[in-house]
């Protein structure tokens, strides 16, 4: 609701309030004050005339002003005006207190009245209250002023304190009830406005009813001309030329003459309604026999109950054998109780007809021992077009026409129709007509009987036998058509709709398999008809049976109805989605709505395209064939990437196993001129190192002749050669053992010796220095050389030592942790350090021959590659992970099969 516009409207109501409030309150003056003349000769006797001319001269002014509201200018300064003629009352009251001559005159209570007056009658905001209040109280004040006595001070007071009291009162009630005003009047307002909102809606849906029910007359009329056409034609092929058809086309003409009826029997009950709600239904009664009629009834449906196993039976009590009564509309209210009694009553179910008298009525029941009704949608059951389940996957199709035409058909001849039902128990449907026989009634024409009983052929079914019949006149082959269409049946027949989880395929399997899915077993007959010359069919009754055998027989497409029970289409789709096997059939969808909405629904959950009915036959089998199609096509392409990326992989394998053996070769190449270069390098190394050790040896004997103060830096001197010849000779050590690698015997051991060792063996370098971390088990027996192991922890030790060393950020503590996994097969001890780690770009040479990151004469490069070939012979495998700038971690993994071995053989 706008706000501006409320204050507008309020601001009109206001203007036209003051204005008649005004008004009013002016004569209520006018009048007033002439009568207060009796009051004036009580009171003050000697001044009578001349306040009566006060008085009059008052009532006057008022009137004037009161005829100033009818000119523009009283329009545009209602507000003025309102306040004038207000205060001309007081302003002659005060005056007459000024007359007097009297400070204590009681007339100051006229004052008084005028301020209740203003607060209760006319429609002022608290201001202008206000405003009023000072003119009064500055009226009487200046009166008492203008008299000067001041020996009655007391009573002056008093009325000052009355006066203002009161004032104040009126001044704040009108500050609330301003605001109460204008809350009332919006509300008023948004009530009016939705009240306007509210009857043009009603009226526009007035019109649309009466446009609607044209609407359904004039189509239903038009439909019926064309449709008769085509009904005629058929049925002259089926019973006088089908010799001439082959059993397809004869199918066919069965197919379009049934679904013909079905349309023409909907046309007639919309047309009966139509009449019905405008009120010009015509009641032609008769006196018709209920049990040469029940009788009749019941042998007209008994195909369709045999056909559901449902017994029939139909019982009428002698007292009322008779009714009369409108005989076609009877028909339609029975036959429409008892197709759905039929309709819902499972197999092996009952359904009787009985009629008995009930005073002066007739009463009919449809009793059935079917599903039963909800309790919650007994109110709702004749309502028009209602139905209990109306989701696209409900069981029982329909229109909700039937019920409510039974309503009104019963109610438009004096009668009344009721339910009475249980879930699960079965249903009682009783209707009830007044019982005329005996008395005299008018009615209305009646058309020619026709029999109560229609012949099993007049009803088009798949076994019925082509007869060659004589055309009856038009008149009456007209109604027997109506008449045949009231006996058409409205629900699927129980072969038809229990269909097995197998397909109809012919050939050798070469054409695509379609899987077909309908509720509609005519609709279902007709696809297969039209797809089986190019297709493997596959029939499915509902959206159940379409997954189960999707699943089962794999087709290319599948061409599924929207609406069907269990499972309407759009589950269908979403059902084959998430199934790996059939997420990616194509499906396409048949459906009956054309919106927008549905559409985009369907394809989001899956459908791969849709065709609206009526459908052209042309279309179906193009965008069956595209879709089919380009399905094959996308699992060809399948099939074929497989294969590619099968042969991808092996080609991939192959290339890894080339790049391995070349890996083999160039490594077992660079180690064999390696060990020629090392022979000549150790030979030529060997003599000179021998003599230098004999020089050494020599010198060492020597230096007792020299002098003693210099024996102290002699012996400095000799020991750091002699620590430089010992160092090559550890070179040339580690040469040997890399180029001529040991076989030496493998022992179990405990880990614990080799770590202690070599920790020991580096003591002096890590002592107080570097916090050492021994989490392993130290009595973990593994297969191994001691000395080739000590050899290995020893290089990563000190590599890790040499790391902590060339840290740049020394604020850390340097610590190395030593721990150890054991798995089933596989025992790992992990060396850690948190030094700067190891960086990106030489991780992979790290285990190369003579690759080192150290400075010259600080390392050879052939510490870890010596440590790799020690894990070979071990049978294991060193690995290294790390993070530049926080860590370096080695793993060095041991068999424990080899353990396992050599205990079993010590056991035996």
């Given at each position: 609701m706008n706000q501006q516009d409320v204050k507008t409207a309020f601001a009109e109501y206001d203007k036209k309030v003051r204005i008649n409030n005004s008004r009013l309150g002016a004569i209520w003056a006018m009048i007033l004050m002439p009568a207060g003349f009796t009051l004036d000769y009580l009171v003050y006797p000697d001044l009578v005339w001349e306040f009566f001319w006060l008085r009059i001269l008052c009532s006057f002014s008022v009137w004037i002003v009161r005829a100033s509201f009818n000119t523009q200018f009283g329009d545009r300064n209602y507000r003025v005006l309102g306040m004038i003629w207000y205060m001309l009352p007081a302003f002659f009251i005060s005056g007459m207190i000024y007359a007097s001559d009297d400070v204590t005159s009681p007339y100051y209570a006229g004052l008084n009245i005028v301020l209740i007056g203003a607060g209760l009658f006319l429609p002022w905001t608290y201001f202008e209250n206000l405003l009023a209040w000072l003119f009064v109280t500055a009226m009487y004040a200046g009166a008492v002023l203008l008299i000067g006595t001041t020996h009655q001070f007391d009573l002056v007071f008093n009325n000052l304190y009355f006066l203002i009291l009161t004032g104040l009162i009126v001044v704040v009630s009108s500050y609330y009830t301003g605001d109460t005003r204008y809350r009332e009047f919006a509300l008023r307002f948004e009530l009016d406005r939705n009240k306007q909102t509210l009857e043009e809606a009603n009226r526009k849906l007035t019109e649309l009813d009466e446009v609607k029910t044209r609407f359904f007359a004039n189509i239903s009329h038009e439909l019926r001309t064309p449709l008769t056409l085509l009904l005629a034609p058929i049925e002259t092929m089926r019973r006088q030329k089908a010799h001439m058809f082959d059993d397809q086309t004869r199918e066919w003409l069965v197919t379009m003459e049934?679904?013909?009826?079905?349309?023409?029997?909907?046309?007639?009950?919309?047309?009966?309604?139509?009449?019905?709600?405008?009120?010009?239904?015509?009641?032609?009664?008769?006196?018709?026999?209920?049990?040469?009629?029940?009788?009749?009834?019941?042998?007209?449906?008994?195909?369709?109950?045999?056909?559901?196993?449902?017994?029939?039976?139909?019982?009428?009590?002698?007292?009322?054998?008779?009714?009369?009564?409108?005989?076609?509309?009877?028909?339609?209210?029975?036959?429409?109780?008892?197709?759905?009694?039929?309709?819902?009553?499972?197999?092996?179910?009952?359904?009787?007809?009985?009629?008995?008298?009930?005073?002066?009525?007739?009463?009919?029941?449809?009793?059935?021992?079917?599903?039963?009704?909800?309790?919650?949608?007994?109110?709702?059951?004749?309502?028009?077009?209602?139905?209990?389940?109306?989701?696209?996957?409900?069981?029982?199709?329909?229109?909700?026409?039937?019920?409510?035409?039974?309503?009104?058909?019963?109610?438009v001849q004096g009668g009344s129709v009721a339910v009475a039902s249980k879930e699960g128990q079965g249903t009682t449907m009783t209707v009830r007509l007044p019982v005329t026989v005996g008395r005299e009634e008018k009615t209305v024409p009646v058309s020619p009987k026709t029999p109560d009983t229609i012949p099993d052929a007049a009803v088009p079914t798949m076994d019925a036998p082509p007869a060659v019949v004589v055309a009856p006149p038009q008149g009456e082959w007209l109604h027997s058509l109506y008449r045949r269409a009231?006996?058409?049946?409205?629900?699927?027949?129980?072969?038809?709709?229990?269909?097995?989880?197998?397909?109809?395929?012919?050939?050798?399997?070469?054409?695509?398999?379609?899987?077909?899915?309908?509720?509609?077993?005519?609709?279902?007959?007709?696809?297969?008809?039209?797809?089986?010359?190019?297709?493997?069919?596959?029939?499915?009754?509902?959206?159940?049976?379409?997954?189960?055998?999707?699943?089962?027989?794999?087709?290319?497409?599948?061409?599924?109805?929207?609406?069907?029970?269990?499972?309407?289409?759009?589950?269908?789709?979403?059902?084959?989605?998430?199934?790996?096997?059939?997420?990616?059939?194509?499906?396409?969808?048949?459906?009956?709505?054309?919106?927008?909405?549905?559409?985009?629904?369907?394809?989001?959950?899956?459908?791969?395209?849709?065709?609206?009915?009526?459908?052209?036959?042309?279309?179906?089998?193009?965008?069956?064939?595209?879709?089919?199609?380009?399905?094959?096509?996308?699992?060809?392409?399948?099939?074929?990437?497989?294969?590619?990326?099968?042969?991808?992989?092996?080609?991939?394998?192959?290339?890894?196993?080339?790049?391995?053996?070349?890996?083999?070769?160039?490594?077992?190449?660079?180690?064999?001129?390696?060990?020629?270069?090392?022979?000549?390098?150790?030979?030529?190394?060997?003599?000179?190192?021998?003599?230098?050790?004999?020089?050494?040896?020599?010198?060492?004997?020597?230096?007792?002749?020299?002098?003693?103060?210099?024996?102290?830096?002699?012996?400095?001197?000799?020991?750091?050669?002699?620590?430089?010849?010992?160092?090559?000779?550890?070179?040339?050590?580690?040469?040997?053992?890399?180029?001529?690698?040991?076989?030496?015997?493998?022992?179990?051991?405990?880990?614990?010796?080799?770590?202690?060792?070599?920790?020991?063996?580096?003591?002096?370098?890590?002592?107080?220095?570097?916090?050492?971390?021994?989490?392993?088990?130290?009595?973990?027996?593994?297969?191994?050389?001691?000395?080739?192991?000590?050899?290995?922890?020893?290089?990563?030790?000190?590599?890790?030592?040499?790391?902590?060393?060339?840290?740049?950020?020394?604020?850390?503590?340097?610590?190395?942790?030593?721990?150890?996994?054991?798995?089933?097969?596989?025992?790992?001890?992990?060396?850690?350090?948190?030094?700067?780690?190891?960086?990106?770009?030489?991780?992979?040479?790290?285990?190369?021959?003579f690759f080192t990151t150290k400075d010259v004469g600080q390392g050879m490069g052939l510490g870890l590659s010596i440590c790799y070939r020690i894990m070979q012979q071990h049978g294991g495998r060193i690995q290294v992970r790390t993070e530049p700038g926080k860590f370096t971690e080695f793993t060095l993994e041991f068999p424990l099969k080899a353990v396992k071995n050599e205990a079993l053989e010590a056991v035996s």
């Amino acid at each position: 609701m706008n706000q501006q516009d409320v204050k507008t409207a309020f601001a009109e109501y206001d203007k036209k309030v003051r204005i008649n409030n005004s008004r009013l309150g002016a004569i209520w003056a006018m009048i007033l004050m002439p009568a207060g003349f009796t009051l004036d000769y009580l009171v003050y006797p000697d001044l009578v005339w001349e306040f009566f001319w006060l008085r009059i001269l008052c009532s006057f002014s008022v009137w004037i002003v009161r005829a100033s509201f009818n000119t523009q200018f009283g329009d545009r300064n209602y507000r003025v005006l309102g306040m004038i003629w207000y205060m001309l009352p007081a302003f002659f009251i005060s005056g007459m207190i000024y007359a007097s001559d009297d400070v204590t005159s009681p007339y100051y209570a006229g004052l008084n009245i005028v301020l209740i007056g203003a607060g209760l009658f006319l429609p002022w905001t608290y201001f202008e209250n206000l405003l009023a209040w000072l003119f009064v109280t500055a009226m009487y004040a200046g009166a008492v002023l203008l008299i000067g006595t001041t020996h009655q001070f007391d009573l002056v007071f008093n009325n000052l304190y009355f006066l203002i009291l009161t004032g104040l009162i009126v001044v704040v009630s009108s500050y609330y009830t301003g605001d109460t005003r204008y809350r009332e009047f919006a509300l008023r307002f948004e009530l009016d406005r939705n009240k306007q909102t509210l009857e043009e809606a009603n009226r526009k849906l007035t019109e649309l009813d009466e446009v609607k029910t044209r609407f359904f007359a004039n189509i239903s009329h038009e439909l019926r001309t064309p449709l008769t056409l085509l009904l005629a034609p058929i049925e002259t092929m089926r019973r006088q030329k089908a010799h001439m058809f082959d059993d397809q086309t004869r199918e066919w003409l069965v197919t379009m003459e049934a679904n013909g009826l079905r349309l023409l029997k909907l046309i007639n009950d919309l047309l009966d309604l139509v009449k019905l709600e405008s009120g010009h239904m015509d009641v032609r009664r008769d006196s018709v026999n209920l049990t040469d009629f029940l009788k009749g009834l019941r042998s007209s449906v008994q195909k369709m109950a045999d056909d559901k196993r449902v017994h029939l039976s139909a019982e009428v009590e002698a007292e009322v054998s008779s009714v009369v009564t409108d005989r076609d509309k009877l028909e339609k209210i029975l036959l429409n109780l008892v197709f759905n009694a039929i309709k819902f009553t499972p197999s092996n179910g009952q359904v009787t007809i009985r009629a008995k008298k009930d005073g002066d009525f007739a009463q009919i029941e449809v009793i059935d021992t079917g599903m039963g009704i909800a309790a919650a949608n007994i109110p709702y059951l004749f309502t028009r077009f209602w139905q209990a389940d109306t989701s696209a996957q409900r069981k029982y199709q329909g229109t909700g026409i039937g019920l409510a035409l039974v309503k009104e058909l019963v109610e438009v001849q004096g009668g009344s129709v009721a339910v009475a039902s249980k879930e699960g128990q079965g249903t009682t449907m009783t209707v009830r007509l007044p019982v005329t026989v005996g008395r005299e009634e008018k009615t209305v024409p009646v058309s020619p009987k026709t029999p109560d009983t229609i012949p099993d052929a007049a009803v088009p079914t798949m076994d019925a036998p082509p007869a060659v019949v004589v055309a009856p006149p038009q008149g009456e082959w007209l109604h027997s058509l109506y008449r045949r269409a009231e006996l058409f049946p409205s629900l699927t027949s129980l072969k038809d709709s229990i269909r097995p989880l197998q397909p109809t395929m012919g050939g050798n399997g070469q054409r695509p398999k379609v899987l077909v899915a309908d509720d509609e077993p005519d609709m279902l007959r007709y696809l297969k008809s039209e797809l089986v010359n190019e297709y493997e069919v596959i029939e499915a009754a509902d959206g159940r049976q379409a997954i189960a055998l999707a699943a089962q027989f794999q087709p290319d497409i599948i061409l599924c109805d929207m609406m069907m029970p269990e499972m309407d289409g759009i589950q269908v789709c979403k059902e084959l989605r998430a199934r790996t096997l059939t997420q990616n059939i194509p499906v396409l969808l048949l459906t009956a709505r054309a919106d927008e909405d549905t559409k985009l629904n369907a394809l989001s959950h899956g459908a791969s395209d849709f065709l609206s009915k009526p459908f052209s036959v042309t279309e179906l089998h193009v965008r069956l064939r595209n879709l089919t199609g380009a399905y094959l096509m996308q699992r060809k392409l399948a099939r074929q990437n497989q294969v590619l990326e099968a042969t991808l992989e092996q080609l991939k394998e192959t290339l890894e196993q080339l790049k391995d053996t070349e890996m083999q070769l160039v490594q077992r190449e660079k180690m064999a001129s390696l060990g020629r270069m090392s022979a000549g390098i150790i030979h030529e190394i060997n003599n000179p190192l021998n003599y230098a050790k004999t020089g050494l040896y020599t010198l060492r004997k020597k230096s007792k002749h020299i002098p003693t103060d210099e024996q102290e830096d002699f012996a400095e001197v000799l020991k750091d050669v002699e620590d430089g010849v010992n160092r090559v000779k550890d070179i040339v050590s580690d040469l040997r053992t890399f180029t001529h690698p040991r076989e030496d015997k493998m022992d179990q051991l405990e880990i614990s010796k080799p770590v202690t060792a070599a920790l020991r063996f580096l003591s002096g370098e890590w002592k107080d220095k570097v916090t050492v971390h021994q989490n392993f088990n130290a009595q973990q027996i593994i297969m191994g050389n001691e000395s080739t192991l000590l050899q290995l922890l020893t290089n990563l030790i000190q590599n890790a030592l040499d790391a902590l060393n060339s840290r740049k950020d020394q604020s850390i503590p340097p610590e190395i942790w030593i721990e150890d996994q054991l798995n089933e097969n596989t025992y790992r001890l992990i060396v850690r350090d948190n030094g700067p780690g190891i960086p990106d770009e030489v991780i992979s040479k790290i285990f190369d021959p003579f690759f080192t990151t150290k400075d010259v004469g600080q390392g050879m490069g052939l510490g870890l590659s010596i440590c790799y070939r020690i894990m070979q012979q071990h049978g294991g495998r060193i690995q290294v992970r790390t993070e530049p700038g926080k860590f370096t971690e080695f793993t060095l993994e041991f068999p424990l099969k080899a353990v396992k071995n050599e205990a079993l053989e010590a056991v035996s």
